[in-house]
């Protein structure tokens, strides 16, 4: 993993305690990380953390999200709302490879309900050693934004 890259990451309530697992991991591997919340397991609306990671994966150039609820849904279809984030919702390793590989997603959303812990490090891990393979790729990509 290229621990040189920035993580914006974000969480809603049912995220958050998987959201601190995943910053306590990702500190441990050398990557700089910023939390935009949630901080506690109160209940919140995940737009409110999901847009300022998007933004700040737009205007950080280089930086990568991960966003984390429930079921991963809804903070993925609120980042995809931002022109310019390809964000892909992951349950299994090969998925957070694949998302960057052949989507370029440069935000991971994660369904805290659904994964382990050891399974969500698995994906991240999977995830931020991956790139993007360009080729064939290229050109759907290119096709995404509206």
């Not at 209940?43 to 991960?66: F, K, N, R």
């Not at 709302?81 to 991971?108: D, M, S, T, V, Y």
């Not at 959303?109 to 991240?124: D, N």
């Not at 790139?131 to 509206?146: Q, S, Y």
Request: proline share 3%; glycine share 10%; aromatic share 8%.
């Amino acid at each position: 993993m290229d621990n040189s890259i920035k993580i914006q990451i974000g969480s809603d309530h049912a995220g958050f305690e998987l959201k601190g697992k995943v910053i306590e991991f990702l500190n441990n591997a050398g990557f700089t990380v910023k939390d935009f919340g949630c901080y506690s397991t109160d209940s919140m609306d995940y737009p409110d953390v999901a847009h300022p990671v998007a933004e700040a994966v737009l205007s950080e150039e280089g930086s990568l999200g991960i966003l984390i609820c429930g079921s991963g849904n809804g903070v993925c279809l609120t980042a995809n709302k931002h022109k310019g984030i390809r964000a892909a919702l992951c349950w299994l390793p090969e998925l957070g490879a694949l998302a960057r590989q052949h989507n370029n997603a440069n935000i991971l959303c994660l369904p805290a309900r659904f994964i382990s812990t050891e399974t969500a490090f698995e994906i991240v891990s999977a995830y931020l050693s991956a790139t993007f393979e360009g080729g064939r790729h290229e050109n759907r990509v290119k096709k995404i934004d509206c």
